[in-house]
């Protein structure tokens, strides 16, 4: 099964809306690409949570835009979307039951029907109601999958500086895709700890994720590099690991890391986390 290639043929003509659907195609994409992949389940974990985050929040985002526009068939819509979403939630509930019972390629065929079909007939019904309607616009503008209302406190994702740091290419994806969902376009991705130390020795950076394993690396050994710079000491440093222990976590903080999450992660926690440790460091972007 091919990855799904967007087009203008599938746009809806209101910008925030596709940007929505280009998200939901990336993180299908991204699934496509870890099939027989050596993490697989992590990534295929990480996914799932990232289509139940951003299905919920799109959903909710489309069905105000129709009730600000009047749109008639918005019950039925709405309808469509929490059947759409459960089946997203099921697949997510047997993963978290089992992570080896669900397997990348056995998701695919469903949601790329779900989301050509989603896209491609049922919204299209709504696009002639909603373009040219600035209300509309302006209640799915004030949305975001954080509760952050944009530009908030001067807080602005479009200004935000992040370096991913993971060997895994596929998951290194799928953080990308979370953070150019919410209009992040500075990424930097590095695959080892001497890419990274390159990449912030250039400057600009303004955070930093990095894997606990990275090849046969240690990610920590990265954050002692940056704690020991003068000018990066008060850089935020997210640590991810696929072990969430105490004595993990700790470890992750105690070589001066700001947080710790555990893989498989969620779009809505890491992003959360991320906006807290800007605001915490005091460096808004």
């Given at each position: ?53 951003y299905a919920e929040h799109h ?193 992750a903080l105690a070589a001066g ?29």
């Amino acid at each position: 099964m091919a990855v799904i290639t967007w087009s203008e043929m599938m746009s809806v003509g209101v910008p925030i809306l596709d940007a929505d659907h280009k998200t939901l195609v990336s993180l299908i994409n991204n699934l496509h690409r870890s099939v027989g992949d050596r993490e697989e389940y992590a990534t295929l974990g990480s996914v799932l949570k990232a289509l139940e985050d951003y299905a919920e929040h799109h959903f909710a985002r489309e069905e105000r835009v129709m009730e600000v526009c009047r749109y008639p068939s918005l019950e039925a819509h709405s309808r469509m979307h929490r059947n759409l979403a459960k089946q997203v939630r099921d697949l997510k509930s047997r993963y978290d039951l089992d992570r080896t019972a669900v397997r990348a390629k056995d998701c695919l065929t469903f949601l790329n029907k779900w989301l050509i079909e989603h896209i491609c007939s049922t919204d299209m019904d709504y696009r002639a109601w909603v373009i040219g309607h600035p209300e509309a616009l302006l209640a799915a503008e004030t949305m975001s999958i954080t509760g952050i209302r944009p530009n908030a406190g001067g807080f602005s994702w479009n200004r935000l500086s992040v370096l991913v740091v993971d060997d895994n290419e596929n998951f290194r994806r799928v953080l990308q895709t979370i953070l150019e969902g919410v209009g992040v376009t500075n990424i930097h991705l590095a695959a080892n700890l001497d890419e990274a130390r390159a990449l912030l020795n250039a400057g600009g950076i303004g955070q930093v994720v990095t894997d606990w394993h990275v090849g046969v690396e240690s990610g920590l050994d990265l954050v002692t590099w940056i704690r020991g710079r003068p000018d990066l000491a008060r850089l935020p440093v997210l640590v991810l690991s696929g072990h969430e222990r105490m004595a993990v976590r700790d470890q992750a903080l105690a070589a001066g890391a700001d947080e710790f999450m555990e893989k498989p992660i969620s779009a809505r926690g890491l992003l959360i986390c991320l906006a807290r440790l800007i605001r915490e460091k005091g460096e808004t972007p």
